[in-house]
């Protein structure tokens, strides 16, 4: 069977904050591939580059020195206008909710669902009420974000992320407000949803409680990529 192709491609990645003598370097020489369908959580202590490197990734930082492909398209040396169309490609999930508080559940995801210009405004509603039931907030469709509870405005998020079948989510300390209960709840409805629409999820976290649901962890250090280890079922570890 042929392997596909990975949806993220990174090779002799480095980075850098600051200019001359205030110049220091963040990442060095990451390689890291993620392929279709594929979910990788990235571990490390604060300050260890996993932010920096999920910014690169996902189009929101330049990418300096090396390569980095999503979809087989090079970001190194991207316009600013080839990053907002890889944005545009790829769903977001933070630490923070980031809702609009003065939307309704189904506004706050419309408005992802509108960035595609051919989709009118009732057929937007109905994608986003149908994507805001698959993570189980159809009683909730016309709630404010104030009238929610953490977890379910962090499922009103997901529901955004994936509305779109990116091909990629970008998730940063997902559960890092929530209780365990509901920060089990929402990292298993990501992965039953990315499991059934082929989407990657490269999930940063800092909460042991939900590693189980990776395919692969991948743990950062000082900048350098210290870990990349295949899931315990196949039993492969490779230090990169």
Known sequence: ?????????????????????????ILFDINLEI??????????????????????IGGLRSVQEGSLKFLGVELFGASQNKLVQIRRNIGYIFQAHNLLGFLTATQNVQMAVELNDNISQSEAI??????????GLQERVNYYPDNLSGGQKQRIAIARALVNSPPLVLADEPTAALDKQSGRDVVEIMQALAKEQGTSILLVTHDNRILDIADRIVEMEDGLLVRN???????????S
């Open 126 to 135: 109905a994608k986003s009420q149908a994507m805001l039931g698959a993570v």
């Open 229 to 239: 280890s295949q899931s315990a079922v196949t039993g492969y570890d490779s230090k």
């Open 1 to 25: 069977m042929m392997r596909q192709e990975p949806v993220i491609a990174i090779k002799n990645l480095n980075h850098y904050y600051g200019k001359g003598a205030l110049k220091k370097q």
């Open 35 to 56: 392929y279709p369908g594929e979910i990788v959580i990235m571990t490390g202590p604060s300050g260890s580059g996993k932010t920096t490197l999920l910014s690169l």
